[in-house]
């Protein structure tokens, strides 16, 4: 395990998230800061904005920014969605939304370019991380100073993954032992593994309001103010 300093754990200064919950992605929801989601995984197309700014091509794809758009494509081939059209006979893009970037006219024209390469939607270019398809809520309080907050997090994701969204609120959080039930947590694995089960489906059987149970983790001050 790498340390920085006193403490283990990976080095937050080029740490990558690999999970974003639907919520995170709508806050990008400008034409300078798009992103947008499909077939799982999360992309920001603020570049792609940037470079096309002002064409009335990225108009469709300003109006969903913030979203998730995997009914635009064909889960199998990762590509737009395809039909005939019933002008040409051939078969072509389906855009109902609107004809967008990237996207050939209905009919050849002399001025649309096809010289951009990929189309945006395939490759990785833009890609971020992944869409968290079950998110819950996890409590944290900081037993030092009584803080409590509250966070919504993928199901998927590390503990690791889950102090870097910590970090907005105690820049020192590698600096505490973070613990659940009296037990020491282990930061590679994720709550379900360290045994903090998502009882969301059983309060459902239940009849019962889910919030009203959010499990906490503790953390206990233990380093010295390493901030990462």
Do not use: C
Request: overall charge negative.
């Amino acid at each position: 395990m790498p340390r920085r300093g006193l403490v283990a754990g990976p080095d937050f200064e080029y740490f990558q998230r690999r999970y974003f919950t639907p919520a995170e992605v709508a806050q990008h929801n400008q034409p300078e800061d798009l992103w947008v989601s499909y077939l799982g995984n999360v992309y920001d197309l603020t570049p792609l904005a940037q470079e096309y700014k002002g064409d009335l091509l990225l108009k469709p794809i300003v109006e969903v920014a913030g979203q998730d758009i995997s009914h635009w494509f064909d889960p199998d081939t990762r590509d737009i969605r395809k039909h005939v059209d019933p002008l040409t006979g051939s078969l072509r893009y389906r855009t109902p939304w609107g004809r967008f970037l990237h996207v050939p006219p209905q009919l050849p024209r002399s001025d649309w370019a096809n010289d951009f390469g990929k189309p945006w939607w395939q490759g990785s270019r833009y890609e971020v991380g992944r869409l968290s398809a079950k998110t819950r809520n996890i409590r944290i309080i900081n037993t030092l100073t009584s803080q409590e907050h509250t966070l919504e997090v993928g199901a998927l994701e590390s503990m690791w993954e889950i102090l870097h969204r910590y970090l907005l609120y105690n820049a020192h959080a590698a600096s505490y032992t973070w613990k659940y039930e009296g037990k020491n947590l282990n930061m590679d694995y994720t709550l379900e593994e360290n045994g903090i089960r998502d009882q969301e489906e059983e309060f459902d059987y239940l009849s019962m309001d889910s919030t009203l149970y959010t499990p906490a983790v503790l953390l206990y001050f233990s380093d010295d103010l390493t901030e990462l």
